[in-house]
């Protein structure tokens, strides 16, 4: 059985080589009704995709937060999130404008998953909403 989809997933695509960012580390914090929270984290594999998040020290687990914040989705109309990439990290010291990029946007509970591209360049970046 292939492992479930976590709620919240993003995909890094380095514009300078037209090709995925791999090992950029990446963490996810939830900032509001509940937060903030500890950060999950993750690197981004071969394919410049994070399909797992872990909690240091065995902590809530993400679906755990979005369980939660569907049962109580009457007292919090939606959640804020914060993805923060390492792009000094990735490039090297110096070599990027952005020594991080912080990504925040709302999620609204009964919603079952948030995927969020990063198109990254050294010296730009744009997002949205994928599938």
Not at 75 to 84: I, N
């Amino acid at each position: 059985m292939a492992a479930q989809r976590p709620p919240i997933t993003c995909h890094v695509l380095d514009t300078t080589t037209g090709r995925p960012a791999s090992s950029v580390a990446v963490t996810l914090t939830l900032l509001k009704p509940f937060g903030p929270s500890t950060p999950l984290t993750a690197t981004t594999n071969s394919d410049g995709r994070v399909t797992a998040w872990q909690h240091q020290g065995g902590g809530v687990q993400l679906q755990e937060i979005f369980d939660n914040a569907a049962e109580h989705a009457a007292e919090h109309a939606q959640m804020v999130w914060a993805l923060k990439f390492d792009t000094a990290a990735y490039y090297g010291e110096g070599n990027t404008f952005w020594p991080e990029v912080e990504l925040r946007f709302f999620v609204k509970p009964g919603e079952d998953h948030y995927h969020v591209p990063l198109l990254l360049g050294p010296w730009s970046y744009t997002t949205y909403r994928g599938s």
